[in-house]
């Protein structure tokens, strides 16, 4: 991939530099159990990216796609105070020369679908399910006690594109709100060693208009491997023996590379878009990523968020828990599962997203005898009407689900969870009912369309 054209009119931008303090209270552990999350996920759904001809396009690679036109610099006015640390705040103005702007971007290599709070705003709680506080779930787009509705913070669709050197991320919410300009952080975990602890999060405040702007954007490292403490994902709160994402790379323009990272409203404020540079996650080719709203809490050092707050402390934004409802410390945050990127997921990997997978084939007559369908035989094959069956686990189980084949023979049963099928079918017309002649065992790969030809003896 060639290098971005480098933009040659410097611009200048005010800064300011935020330092942290940390506060972690946190021991202990609790009984989450990450089967029963997961399962308790399945409705949050990863989807392959598509392009305009709807066909799958493989994880590891990007699409190729026009470039838009690089944004007008200008001078930037700082707009931003940063407000992230609750105990103390130091902040120091400085002036960064930037060089080059992201050349943008079209076309999408991944994205996640996370639930929607909206239709349930007016009842002052999450969908059921979409919140899971034991498994760093977090769908609570809502103000601490009160409830009330934070629309910019309540993410729908978040989309990831890797155009080295650059990486794209934007968000969908469902609508923006001036209170949150220069203050919901939009960022996105990269968990590069996959497992379930991410060790890069990028994250910028949400910005005030479609140009290009460093401030308010962060780069941070995890460089000792604690975040999700004991446990990745898992509530180990209190737990008080890490330090989250400790090191800054950069912030508003400030490090080693004052172009690394940007941020953009795009699609007159109805996304807001990250870019940064590739290098910043160390070119990794195959992560676990999440995207993240956050308006609340805004502490990189408190990573994972269900370790450094109980649940009591959190609260909870669904009534029927209600020890813990509503939210309380851990209020206006919403993020996503975790999607796979360069790599195809065991579906053990701690807070993965759900992948539904496909099974599709064509049925022919086995004239010459080879138990398989050669192309000379599927070509005539009308075998319409014959029923398809899938069982879950491993032949003769049945019953999952079924279909009919279509005028060609083809048949497709989709929306499959990663597993063991056992596939079969039974041929109606003559010459007579052949029930499950020859059925066969499929394992299914999260997300993956596997293709399977059933063959009639002849
Ligand atoms: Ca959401
Ligand atoms: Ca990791
Ligand atoms: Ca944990
Ligand atoms: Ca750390």
Same mark, same amino acid.
């Given at each position: 991939?060639?290098?971005?054209?480098?933009?040659?009119?410097?611009?200048?931008?005010?800064?300011?530099?935020?330092?942290?303090?940390?506060?972690? &209270?946190?021991?202990?552990?609790? !009984? *989450?159990?990450?089967? #029963? /999350? =997961? %399962? +308790?996920?399945?409705?949050? @759904?990863?989807?392959?990216?598509?392009?305009?001809?709807?066909?799958?396009?493989?994880?590891?690679?990007?699409?190729?796609?026009?470039?838009?036109?690089?944004?007008?610099?200008?001078?930037? &006015?700082?707009?931003?105070?940063? !407000? *992230?640390?609750?105990? #103390? /705040? =130091? %902040? +120091?103005?400085?002036?960064? @020369?930037?060089?080059?702007?992201?050349?943008?971007?079209?076309?999408?290599?991944?994205?996640?679908?996370?639930?929607?709070?909206?239709?349930?705003?007016?009842?002052?709680?999450?969908?059921?399910?979409?919140?899971?506080?034991?498994?760093?779930?977090?769908?609570?787009?809502? %103000? +601490?006690?009160?409830?009330?509705?934070?629309?910019?913070?309540?993410?729908?669709?978040?989309?990831?594109?890797?155009?080295?050197?650059?990486?794209?991320?934007?968000?969908?919410?469902?609508?923006?709100?001036?209170?949150?300009?220069?203050?919901?952080?939009?960022?996105?975990?990269?968990?590069?060693?996959?497992?379930?602890?991410?060790?890069?999060?990028?994250?910028?405040?949400?910005?005030?208009?479609?140009?290009?702007?460093?401030?308010?954007?962060?780069?941070?490292?995890?460089?000792?491997?604690?975040?999700?403490?004991?446990?990745?994902?898992?509530?180990?709160?209190?737990?008080?023996?890490?330090?989250?994402?400790?090191?800054?790379?950069?912030?508003?323009?400030?490090?080693?590379?004052?172009?690394?990272?940007?941020?953009?409203?795009?699609?007159?404020?109805?996304?807001?878009?990250?870019?940064?540079?590739?290098?910043?996650?160390?070119?990794?080719?195959?992560?676990?990523?999440?995207?993240?709203?956050?308006?609340?809490?805004?502490?990189?050092?408190?990573?994972?968020?269900?370790?450094?707050?109980?649940?009591?402390?959190?609260?909870?934004?669904?009534?029927?828990?209600?020890?813990?409802?509503?939210?309380?410390?851990?209020?206006?945050?919403?993020?996503?599962?975790?999607?796979?990127?360069?790599?195809?997921?065991?579906?053990?990997?701690?807070?993965?997203?759900?992948?539904?997978?496909?099974?599709?084939?064509?049925?022919?007559?086995?004239?010459?005898?080879?138990?398989?369908?050669?192309?000379?035989?599927?070509?005539?094959?009308?075998?319409?009407?014959?029923?398809?069956?899938?069982?879950?686990?491993?032949?003769?189980?049945?019953?999952?689900?079924?279909?009919?084949?279509?005028?060609?023979?083809?048949?497709?049963?989709?929306?499959?969870?990663?597993?063991?099928?056992?596939?079969?079918?039974?041929?109606?017309?003559?010459?007579?009912?052949?029930?499950?002649?020859?059925?066969?065992?499929?394992?299914?790969?999260?997300?993956?369309?596997?293709?399977?030809?059933?063959?009639?003896?002849?």
């Amino acid at each position: 991939m060639a290098q971005s054209l480098p933009l040659r009119k410097p611009i200048l931008s005010f800064l300011t530099l935020m330092l942290l303090v940390l506060g972690c &209270t946190l021991t202990g552990a609790g !009984t *989450a159990n990450l089967a #029963a /999350t =997961q %399962t +308790a996920l399945a409705h949050a @759904v990863i989807q392959y990216s598509t392009s305009a001809g709807g066909s799958p396009t493989p994880m590891s690679t990007p699409m190729p796609g026009s470039r838009i036109a690089p944004s007008p610099t200008r001078t930037q &006015t700082p707009a931003f105070t940063p !407000t *992230a640390s609750s105990t #103390a /705040t =130091q %902040t +120091a103005t400085l002036t960064v @020369v930037h060089l080059s702007t992201p050349p943008g971007e079209s076309g999408t290599t991944r994205y996640i679908i996370d639930p929607v709070a909206k239709d349930y705003a007016a009842q002052k709680r999450a969908p059921a399910g979409a919140d899971v506080y034991a498994g760093n779930r977090y769908e609570r787009p809502f %103000t +601490a006690e009160t409830m009330d509705y934070l629309p910019d913070v309540d993410l729908e669709r978040v989309e990831l594109r890797i155009d080295s050197p650059w990486v794209y991320v934007t968000f969908q919410f469902v609508a923006a709100r001036p209170d949150g300009i220069g203050k919901t952080m939009y960022g996105a975990e990269f968990d590069t060693n996959k497992d379930g602890r991410g060790d890069y999060l990028v994250w910028g405040a949400s910005p005030s208009d479609g140009n290009w702007t460093a401030t308010g954007v962060e780069v941070w490292k995890d460089s000792d491997y604690d975040v999700g403490g004991p446990r990745p994902q898992l509530s180990d709160a209190p737990w008080t023996g890490g330090n989250g994402y400790d090191r800054k790379i950069f912030i508003g323009g400030q490090g080693a590379d004052p172009d690394l990272a940007w941020i953009r409203q795009i699609e007159d404020g109805a996304k807001v878009q990250l870019a940064f540079k590739y290098s910043a996650i160390g070119n990794a080719p195959q992560f676990l990523w999440n995207g993240l709203a956050d308006w609340g809490v805004r502490r990189p050092d408190w990573f994972d968020y269900n370790d450094h707050f109980t649940q009591a402390d959190a609260g909870s934004p669904l009534p029927i828990q209600s020890d813990f409802y509503p939210l309380k410390a851990l209020w206006g945050v919403d993020n996503t599962c975790h999607d796979a990127y360069g790599f195809t997921p065991t579906g053990m990997e701690p807070g993965l997203c759900q992948y539904y997978g496909r099974i599709s084939g064509q049925l022919c007559w086995d004239i010459n005898h080879t138990g398989t369908c050669d192309a000379t035989e599927l070509s005539p094959a009308s075998i319409a009407g014959d029923a398809i069956s899938l069982g879950q686990g491993a032949c003769p189980a049945s019953g999952f689900k079924s279909t009919v084949t279509d005028s060609q023979g083809r048949y497709s049963i989709t929306d499959l969870p990663a597993g063991t099928y056992c596939l079969g079918f039974k041929h109606v017309p003559a010459p007579g009912f052949l029930i499950n002649p020859n059925p066969m065992t499929v394992t299914l790969a999260p997300g993956e369309a596997k293709a399977v030809n059933l063959s009639i003896p002849w």
